[in-house]
């Protein structure tokens, strides 16, 4: 017997999915959101976080808690603030409306 060159990766996908918990699906969810949120944030900086430079324009002032009602449940986002201006998602008001 030999082995298969491949797997079905559509049905192993399928499978885990129906599987999975609605937690996994919630973590997944907010990782993907804080991590768009951080991008967004680095971009309006004109830094990473926590990266010293001259081209830097701003600076992150902590986090706003937001919860976020999603299919997969509540998912509790901390949304990055800055200390000049104002940042607020915009991905965000597009997905409530």
């Not at 885990?16 to 699906?25: G, I, V, Y």
Request: aromatic share 8%; proline share 6%.
């Amino acid at each position: 017997m030999t082995a298969p060159d491949s797997l079905p990766l559509h049905a192993l996908a399928e499978d885990s999915l129906a599987a999975a918990s609605p937690d996994l699906l919630r973590a997944m969810v907010k990782t993907f959101a804080d991590a768009l949120m951080s991008a967004e944030a680095d971009t309006l900086c004109n830094a990473e976080y926590g990266q010293v430079g001259e081209e830097r324009v701003n600076h992150r002032n902590g986090y706003r808690p937001r919860e976020w009602d999603t299919r997969a449940g509540t998912v509790e986002l901390a949304i990055p603030k800055l200390r000049q201006g104002s940042y607020f998602p915009h991905w965000w008001s597009a997905l409530r409306s």
